[in-house]
């Protein structure tokens, strides 16, 4: 596998169920990032895990809870999520910042998302 | 304030012609990068190309280029010759490196349509 991989790719679930999202990236990267992208709106950064660390929560609910074992792989649990919860929710890596390395673009790469629907 | 506009909801444009997005961003850092993403209906979000903010030489990957005009604080994404499989949403995102180097910003996107 290469690149950013995220199962599973479709998912539809009740308001009362539990379930979790994978992310994995294969491209030696130590920051990844959950985003949420809802019909018409822009693309809404949730969390970042630097160097397996937290350092970003925008404010989301406590329904999605993420989870970072490893630099290589990345969760978002979910659990009694509500129907405007419905979007495509998408992983990405990138470098983390490094000051030897401070002209860098540390561009992101993206999984194929996971599309949720809430019922 | 918006970090990253993109004013263009829609566009059209025939195949084999060149097309200009437009995106101006909105920071005080003097040190930042700047994105440009495509989206096929698919989902995925590829990267395009990138700008630093101390780059004096416009990005250019193949058939895509960066217009970077820093005092006007616009970095729009040019593609040329146009080809069908282009036709997809384009987003402009910035990163700033000094402060919130965790987040980044990403405009409303461009949907592009290449005509036959």
């Known amino acids: 596998e290469t690149g950013v991989t995220q199962t599973p790719r479709h998912l539809v679930m009740g308001m009362t169920n539990k379930k979790s999202l994978k992310c994995e990236q294969h491209?030696?990267?130590?920051?990844m990032y959950w985003y949420k992208q809802s019909a018409k709106k822009p693309l809404e950064l949730m969390f970042v895990y630097s160097l397996e660390e937290r350092v970003e929560n925008n404010s989301v609910p406590s329904r999605f809870s993420p989870e970072c074992p490893n630099s290589s792989h990345l969760f978002l649990h979910l659990h009694t999520l509500q129907p405007e919860d419905s979007a495509l929710y998408l992983c990405?890596?990138?470098?983390?910042?490094?000051?030897?390395?401070?002209?860098?673009?540390?561009?992101?790469?993206f999984g194929p998302g996971t599309r949720l629907t809430v019922t | 304030a918006q970090k990253i506009t993109q004013t263009q909801p829609g566009m059209f444009v025939q195949e084999k012609e060149a097309v200009t997005l437009d995106c101006t961003y909105d920071?005080?850092?003097?040190?930042?990068?700047l994105f440009w993403y495509k989206q096929p209906s698919s989902g995925e979000m590829i990267f395009l190309i990138y700008?630093?903010?101390?780059?004096?030489q416009n990005a250019t990957e193949g058939r895509y280029s960066l217009n970077f005009q820093k005092a006007r604080k616009s970095a729009n994404l040019v593609i040329s010759a146009s080809q069908l499989g282009d036709s997809a949403m384009y987003f402009c995102?910035?990163?700033?490196?000094?402060?919130?180097?965790?987040?980044?910003?990403f405009g409303s996107g461009t949907k592009l349509n290449v005509k036959p």
């Open positions: 995102a910035m990163r700033e490196l000094l402060y919130n180097f965790n987040k980044f910003y």
């Open positions: 491209l030696g990267h130590n920051a």
């Open positions: 990405a890596s990138s470098q983390a910042y490094s000051r030897d390395r401070d002209h860098a673009s540390y561009e992101q790469y």
């Open positions: 920071t005080s850092d003097q040190s930042y990068g």
């Open positions: 700008q630093g903010s101390y780059d004096e």
